[in-house]
């Protein structure tokens, strides 16, 4: 759990003065991170713990510099962690405890990885290899033969699926949904329904309730930061589908 840390920061790609800006801000939240246990790991804009032992100790002091950081509230950062996605393979998890999913949920799932091949997220498994999300995944997964990512996460930790992506507005014109910002931004996801890149969201924001195009879907570990989002109120696509 926490293995990784992904920061992203919002500017104009546009504005070339704010692009070269950006380059001395970077050098600044690799000097941030390093204060606080982690280090860039020269792969985009992720950063892995300085001693791998401390990871969960360090995790939340990092997560608080670059929310509290003055000079960085302009380019509102935000943090996801991240895990190792190679756990353990398909035949170590156990089972013995998991039901037979909804097949409403299970044939959204299949149909996803039909049209997309690629699973629409991958499995959880705790210290013990048991399941604690992905269910549908790993059936797919062993039908198919399909590559799955299986991320461990200790029992004791709570965890929750994140999904993330833009704010958007149904366009009469074009008979879609566009992007309202350039921002990114991330809602926790309890509902029944399956939820597949692309779903048109309602959920809440600051501002009241708005809707949302899902990008990607990933996992949170940690009550600390599962508290740090709002959840999703209605998945729209998922819902229209079932009717």
Do not use: F
């Not at 590559?147 to 461990?152: F, K, L, P, S």
């Amino acid at each position: 759990m926490n293995d990784l840390l992904m920061i992203y920061m919002d500017y104009n790609m546009d504005d070339m003065e704010e692009r070269l800006r950006i380059e001395e801000e970077i050098k600044y939240l690799d000097k941030l991170v390093e204060k606080q246990g982690w280090k860039y790991s020269g792969v985009a804009n992720t950063y892995i713990p300085i001693v791998n032992q401390t990871r969960e100790e360090t995790v939340d002091k990092v997560l608080e510099a670059i929310v509290a950081d003055e000079r960085l509230k302009k380019y509102s950062p935000k943090v996801l962690t991240g895990m190792m996605t190679n756990a353990c393979a398909l035949q170590e998890i156990d089972l013995q405890h998991m039901t037979k999913p909804s097949e409403i949920k299970y044939n959204r799932y299949e149909k996803y990885y039909l049209q997309n091949k690629k699973l629409a997220h991958g499995i959880i498994v705790d210290d013990d290899k048991k399941i604690r999300d992905g269910y549908i995944s790993y059936l797919l997964a062993e039908k198919y033969g399909c590559n799955v990512d299986v991320i461990e996460v200790p029992k004791e930790s709570a965890i929750a699926k994140l999904v993330i992506g833009h704010h958007v507005k149904y366009d009469t014109e074009q008979s879609a949904y566009v992007k309202k910002t350039s921002r990114r931004y991330a809602w926790i996801y309890t509902l029944r329904e399956a939820v597949v890149q692309g779903d048109i969201l309602l959920v809440q924001t600051s501002k009241g309730n708005d809707y949302m195009q899902v990008e990607k879907i990933t996992n949170v570990a940690g009550r600390k930061a599962i508290n740090k989002y709002k959840k999703v109120k209605r998945n729209i696509t998922a819902i229209n589908e079932i009717n």
